[in-house]
């Protein structure tokens, strides 16, 4: 059958020589292009992939190696038809795959040595030499080939020299660690295509063909179908190999710019597009480097907005957003090109001054940036202004560079407390305290283990009647070396760190076990917890205090959740949620410290608390103030209950009777004292002051109270 196909030759009629050279180098090009492209690959990965990527382009070069001595063979004008036989032309393939792996191995490094391009080339060039040496053995030619050594040496060298270019070319497109670009990778290709295609003719002439006059193999696999099968089959087994090279490159660079992308992001603020913390420390250090080589001073500046809260929570985050993004670009605009601006989060913003300021300079450029932001920012057509204080700490005296931000955000807190608007440079003082709380902290971590933890009892009283109706739990902190600490000191610490959830906890199982050991007394006395804003936030809070009402047999009506009213307004739609469910249970919920936050009454509304409790500084002015006496009507004039607070005069408390006041509570009547000392007061028939206490809190527990 192979002999019908044949004329005098492997070369059918169709298809002169030429055109079966031209097509011998197609091929080869192409697959030098896609061995190339996979080696790329095998450069820049060192893992099981990248050997697999190897595997694939030595695969793509053997293809090209085998494909163009097939094509080659079957153009030789011989005049007896050629066959191969399937065994040999697979050790051929096999053959061009090893070198194929030799050679792009070699050069496969992260870095490309010289020794390694040249160990690579001779890899290569004998390679692809005895590739073709083999494919013409296994032709089976009679009588045998005799190799001239002249012509095959030139065949080798060349080999090599054409190798060595075509990687030299590739290497050269990229650095010794970069692959390379796309036109010298083409170049290399093309060199190397040709290389292939030249060394398998000098091979041809090495074997010197003519004298044979049949080939063994005539039979088996006939030249020019394997010729036919080795173009078509090869071109399009090597445009699958290139599709997927491509894609995969597509796909890697994707990944690469959404790594990018993300990198960018970690770095910088998502609302305002400045520079976040972690940046701005990275380019201080920087700075510092330079401060401190050539001598020069810089300021920090820690700026954060005065009333921000109130401007977010009366026109709505969005407009909150708006705000801060044009503070933002007029920090962005103020800034030298040699200054550093970035953004903490909140309403928090840094900048360091460069350039060797002295302090007067500071003074005058944190004045310029508080009128710049003092400016009305208009937001959407609505305009609103916010001023600012800013803490100053120069460097180096202020301290190094892991201290600075802190300095300055001391000082930023002691421009606060001054009533804000204002500029404040920092002292050694400032911090004192912050080194205090530190210890603090670590003691407080002991605290609730080692039970230093107590909670002392207010009594609330029946304004009208002046009879004890409950008592408010507040904490206490016996610390074996200060003694008693307050709530003040120690919760905003646990708060911030994070021990107030473990305090908290403790905090409602303490206050319910209270309650049932009166309730077992005979005293049924409802009792006041606080809650905290880090509390309120925490989804399991109404299980937990569930949990322990059902633990001691509480009726849940006799427990009352006080929330301020500034922490009710913190996350107002997360607050109004844990108080539907909480109420829902049958819980109490007063809003403590009214008229200090900046609730408005249609949030009050929303919130379905039962209770408002004056804060002690309107009970304080009742007699003087009459602004203080419109905040006792209007919680009246809201329709809850009405408790007052801090109450320590009988001024005070007539006013309050006479408003029609609900419940009071304050020194007046009794200071926090111990759970022991509350019971011993309310089973004394005398009372303090005269107070009686209402029958209930004598009667047996009743049964309808329990649970
Ligand atoms: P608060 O809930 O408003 O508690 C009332 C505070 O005013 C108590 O201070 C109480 O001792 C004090 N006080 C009561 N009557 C008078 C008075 O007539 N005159 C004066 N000058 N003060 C009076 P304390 O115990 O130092 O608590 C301070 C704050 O700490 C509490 O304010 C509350 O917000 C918080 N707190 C106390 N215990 C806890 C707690 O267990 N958990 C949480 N999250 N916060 C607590
Ligand atoms: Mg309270
Ligand atoms: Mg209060």
């Known amino acids: 059958m192979a002999a019908e196909l044949v004329i005098n030759s492997g070369v059918p009629s169709a298809m002169p020589a030429a055109l079966m050279l031209l097509l011998g180098l197609a091929v080869s090009r192409l697959a030098s292009y896609v061995a190339l492209d996979l080696a790329r690959r095998v450069r820049v990965l060192r893992t099981r992939t990248g050997a697999l990527w190897l595997l694939g382009a030595a695969m793509a070069l053997s293809l090209g190696i085998w494909s163009c001595q097939i094509i080659g063979i079957a153009a030789e004008p011989l005049v007896f038809p050629l066959g191969y036989d399937g065994i040999d032309s697979l050790t051929a393939w096999a053959v061009a795959v090893a070198v194929g792996l030799a050679g792009l191995g070699a050069v496969s490094g992260r870095v490309a040595t010289p020794i390694r391009v040249g160990l690579g080339a001779f890899a290569l060039g004998t390679g692809v030499v005895g590739a073709h040496v083999v494919a013409l053995t296994s032709l089976g030619l009679q009588p045998g080939i005799t190799w001239h050594p002249l012509p095959l040496v030139a065949a080798v060298s060349g080999a090599c020299g ?167 670009a007029r920090l962005k605009r103020f800034a030298r090109p040699e200054d550093r601006v970035a953004h903490l989060g909140g309403d928090e913003f840094l900048m360091l001054v460069r350039g060797n300021p002295s302090a007067e300079d500071a003074t005058i450029f944190a004045e310029r940036l508080q009128a710049l932001i003092g400016e009305p920012c208009n937001m959407n057509g609505r305009e609103a202004a916010v001023s600012s204080s800013v803490g100053i700490a120069m460097y180096p005296e202020n301290g190094v560079m892991a201290e600075l931000i802190a300095h300055a955000e001391a000082a930023m807190r002691a421009a606060k407390s001054g009533g804000g608007a204002t500029h404040c440079f920092f002292e050694a003082r400032m911090v004192s305290g912050a080194r205090d709380q530190f210890d603090l902290l670590r003691d407080l971590r002991r605290a609730l283990a080692e039970g230093q933890l107590h909670l002392m009892y207010q009594p609330k009283v029946h304004a ?9 739990a507040l904490m206490r902190w016996q610390h074996p070396q200060r003694g008693l600490v307050g709530p003040a000191v120690f919760i905003p610490i646990a ?59 509480i009726n849940p009506q006799l427990l009352t959740c006080e929330i301020t009213e500034s922490v009710a307004m913190e996350d107002a739609s997360n607050a109004i949620r844990m108080v539907e469910k909480l109420g829902a249970m049958g819980v109490n919920i007063s809003i403590d410290d009214f008229g200090t936050g900046y609730s408005s009454l249609a949030y009050l509304r929303k919130l379905r608390a039962g209770e408002l409790k004056i804060d002690r500084s309107f009970v304080m002015d009742l007699e003087t103030s009459a602004d203080a006496r419109a905040v006792v009507k209007l919680a009246q004039a809201l329709g809850l209950k009405v408790v007052a607070e801090g109450v320590e005069t009988e001024a005070q408390h007539e006013i309050l009777r006479a408003f029609g006041c609900h419940e009071l509570q304050g020194f007046l009547f009794a200071r926090p004292m111990s759970a022991l000392a509350l019971s011993a007061w309310a089973m004394d028939d005398e009372g303090t002051r005269g107070l009686e206490f209402r029958d209930s809190l004598y009667k047996a527990t009743v049964a309808g109270a329990l649970h």
């Not at 290389?195 to 003519?210: D, E, F, K, R, Y």
């Not at 020019?224 to 090279?245: C, D, E, K, W």
């Not at 009208?464 to 408010?472: K, Y």
Request: charged fraction near 20%; proline fraction near 2%.
């Open 162 to 328: 054409g190798c060595m270019m075509a990687l030299g070319a590739f290497f050269r497109g990229g650095d010794r660690t970069r692959p390379a670009t796309v036109p010298w990778q083409t170049t290399a290709a093309l060199v190397l295509g040709a290389t292939l295609v030249a060394s398998h003719q000098l091979v041809i002439g090495a074997a010197g063909l003519g004298e044979q006059t049949a080939s063994l193999n005539a039979d088996r696999i006939a030249s020019t179908t394997l010729a036919m099968f080795a173009s078509v089959g090869s071109i399009a087994l090597l445009l699958v190999g290139l599709i997927l090279s491509i894609l995969e490159a597509r796909l890697r660079r994707s990944l690469r710019r959404a790594e990018t992308e993300l990198q960018r992001r970690s770095f910088r603020d998502g609302l305002t597009r400045l520079p976040n913390r972690l940046m701005f420390e990275g380019t201080l250090a920087q700075a510092v480097q330079q401060a401190d080589a050539s001598g020069e001073r810089m300021a920090m500046l820690f700026i954060d907005l005065d009333g921000f809260k109130p401007v977010n929570e009366s026109l709505g985050h969005h407009m909150g957003d708006l705000m801060l993004r044009e503070i933002a």
């Open 495 to 553: 708060e911030r760190f994070g021990l107030i959830g473990a305090i908290g906890n403790w905090l409602i199982d303490e206050a319910c076990r209270q309650a049932g050991q009166w309730r077992d007394e005979g005293l049924r006395m409802r009792v006041a917890i606080n809650l905290s804003a880090y509390q309120l936030r925490h989804a399991d809070l109404a299980d937990r205090i569930d949990a322990a009402l059902k633990r001691h047999r």
């Open 464 to 472: 009208p009647s002046g009879e004890i109706t409950g008592a408010e």
